[in-house]
């Protein structure tokens, strides 16, 4: 069965604040795809970024950057220099080769304060 | 390029009525799902349409269903609606060019159901 944990309900930050977002997730499919999606106020969910199991390399746009360890089978997410419009929810999701049914994770509300 | 559009956006119904969805995927996307998400249960997936054919379902009661039209766009249907039922439901696409494997899903602004 697949998972997708993110532990962090809500975080608050100031402005010009680092904050990263934590997604953890499970799967005993070697091959799998990470994903990371924002959801301002609203609705429409907006691909930010997508892994596969074989590329670990962590990658960097802008001001945000994703570190993905299959060691701790995690796929953490920072913003950099936060700015008001991060305000969103994001979550992060998880599917498999065997099929298109996205696993998303309770998602994680960051709040940034001006 | 277009993206997702669902239609209505807002749908208000009443318990026991039935209520259908539109949704038209992006230009030469093969793929569409249908999500539904709660405060409560989150974003949880509701079934996979691909070439008119469902190809994935969710844990969801047979009053949820779907079917996809030749042009790709999709529609889901519920029937004797129940106040639980009340959510935002989200269809998403993607191009799914060789099938079964999986693509980044695009995801359309949503139709909000309320049901009173």
């Known amino acids: 069965a697949q998972k997708v944990t993110q532990a962090q309900t809500e975080i608050s930050v100031v402005e010009k604040e680092d904050v990263t977002l934590d997604c953890v997730y499970e799967?005993?499919?070697?091959?799998?795809?990470l994903f990371w999606y924002k959801q301002p106020p609203s609705g429409e969910l907006v691909f930010l970024i997508r892994?596969?199991?074989?590329?670990?390399q962590n990658e960097i746009s802008g001001r945000y950057s994703w570190n993905f360890q299959k060691s701790t089978s995690s796929f953490n997410f920072t913003i950099t220099a936060s700015q008001v419009v991060d305000s969103a929810v994001y979550f992060c999701?998880?599917?498999?080769?065997?099929?298109?049914?996205?696993?998303f994770g309770t998602g994680t509300s960051l709040t940034v304060i001006p | 390029k277009a993206g997702v559009t669902q239609t209505p956006r807002y749908l208000i119904k009443t318990r026991g009525q039935q209520v259908t969805l539109s949704c038209s995927p992006i230009?030469?996307?093969?793929?569409v799902s249908w999500y539904q998400q709660t405060p409560g249960q989150g974003l949880q997936f509701l079934f996979e349409?691909?070439?008119?054919?469902?190809?994935n379902k969710g844990n969801f009661p047979g009053r949820f269903s779907g079917r996809q039209f030749s042009n790709s766009r999709s529609e889901m249907n519920v029937s004797t609606l129940e106040l639980g039922d009340s959510a935002l439901y989200l269809c998403?696409?993607?191009?799914?060019?060789?099938?079964?494997?999986?693509?980044?899903?695009?995801f359309g602004p949503g139709t909000r159901l309320t049901v009173l």
């Open positions: 998403a696409s993607s191009l799914d060019r060789t099938g079964g494997t999986t693509d980044t899903q695009y």
């Open positions: 799967t005993r499919d070697t091959t799998y795809y």
């Open positions: 892994r596969n199991s074989f590329d670990e």
């Open positions: 999701a998880l599917s498999v080769f065997t099929g298109n049914q996205f696993y």
């Open positions: 230009s030469g996307h093969r793929s």
């Open positions: 349409y691909f070439s008119e054919t469902q190809r």
